[in-house]
C-alpha cells in the first residue's frame, strides 16, 4: 500500500481469507476462469486465488494465470484479497464459484 | 456489435481461415460477452485461404475504439498483411492499433476478457502475450 492510501489501507491491510469448493463439472477451465477474472476486475481490491492455504498465490484479474492453476472439480479455491472493496470482492467471488460460474 | 462498449480495447481476429477467424469470435462471444468491440476477416480476395489487406482494414474499422484495437493473427502473412493494414492507417489511429505476438484463438479470448474488464491497450496485449511467456 502506498502513503496515500494509508488511512483506508488502515482498515483493510489484513488480507481477507475465504475457501470454496469448485462444484462445476469442468472445474476451472477456460469460461469458468474467463468469468472469474471478469468478476475479479470489478473491484480495485486485489485478489488472489490459490488450491492451498498456503499458497502459491495466482492473481485473480489475469485470466492466463487463473486457467494455468487448472484447478479441477472438487478442489478447494482459496482466496486472498486486500484493498477497500476486499470485503465486496471475496463475497462476489465465493458467490461466483458457489454457483459453479453459472453452468452447474 | 452495437452494444459494444466504446470504451473497451476493440479486438480484431485475423486468420487464413474464413472459419477459424469466425469460430474464434464466436467463442469470444460466448465466453466473454458482447461488451468489446469485435471483428474478423480471413481468406484471400478469390475466397481461399489467405489473408487481404482490404478485409484486415475493414475489419480494424468494424471493431474501432478509441481506446485502441488489438489484432490477433495465425500465420506469416496474417502478420505481414496486418502491420500493412496498420501502416495503411491514418496516422493518429495507427498507433492505437497492436498486433499481439499470441494464438490467435487462445489470445483473442484473453484480450477479449482483459478489454471486457476496461484495460488499456497496452494491458490487454501483455495479458494476450503471457501465452508465450
Not at chain 1, 469448493?21 to 477474472?37: C, D, E, F, Q, W
Not at chain 2, 460477452?33 to 482490404?54: E, F, K, M, Y
Request: with cysteine; aromatic share 4%.
Amino acid at each position: 500500500m502506498h502513503d496515500a492510501h494509508a488511512s483506508r489501507a488502515g482498515e483493510t491491510s489484513v488480507p481477507l481469507t475465504a475457501s470454496a469448493v469448485l462444484v462445476n463439472k469442468v472445474g476451472l477451465h477456460a469460461r469458468p476462469s474467463v468469468k472469474l477474472t471478469q468478476c475479479a476486475k470489478k473491484f480495485v481490491a486485489k485478489i488472489e486465488l490459490a488450491l492451498a492455504e498456503d499458497g502459491p498465490w495466482t492473481d485473480a484479474k489475469s485470466p492466463v494465470k487463473v486457467m494455468r492453476v487448472k484447478a479441477p472439480q472438487g478442489a478447494t479455491l482459496h482466496f486472498r484479497v486486500a484493498g477497500a472493496d476486499g470485503e465486496a470482492a471475496l463475497a462476489a467471488m465465493l458467490a461466483l464459484v458457489h454457483d459453479g460460474f453459472g453452468e452447474v | 456489435m452495437s452494444s459494444a462498449n466504446a470504451r473497451n480495447v476493440g479486438i480484431v481476429i485475423v486468420s487464413h481461415s474464413p472459419k477459424i477467424a469466425e469460430g474464434a469470435a464466436d467463442m469470444v462471444r460466448q465466453m466473454v460477452g458482447s461488451a468489446v468491440p469485435l471483428a474478423w476477416t480471413g481468406g484471400d480476395v478469390d475466397g481461399g485461404l489467405g489473408t487481404n489487406v482490404a478485409g484486415i482494414l475493414e475489419a480494424i474499422e468494424t471493431a474501432w475504439s478509441p481506446a485502441g484495437v488489438a489484432v490477433l493473427v495465425d500465420l506469416g502473412g496474417a502478420e505481414t498483411n496486418s502491420e500493412m493494414a496498420v501502416e495503411m492507417l491514418a496516422e493518429d489511429r495507427r498507433a492505437r492499433v497492436v498486433v499481439c505476438n499470441a494464438p490467435v484463438v487462445e489470445g483473442a479470448v484473453i484480450a477479449a476478457t482483459e478489454s471486457s474488464g476496461g484495460s488499456s491497450l497496452a494491458a490487454v496485449k501483455r495479458s494476450a502475450e503471457e501465452f508465450y511467456a
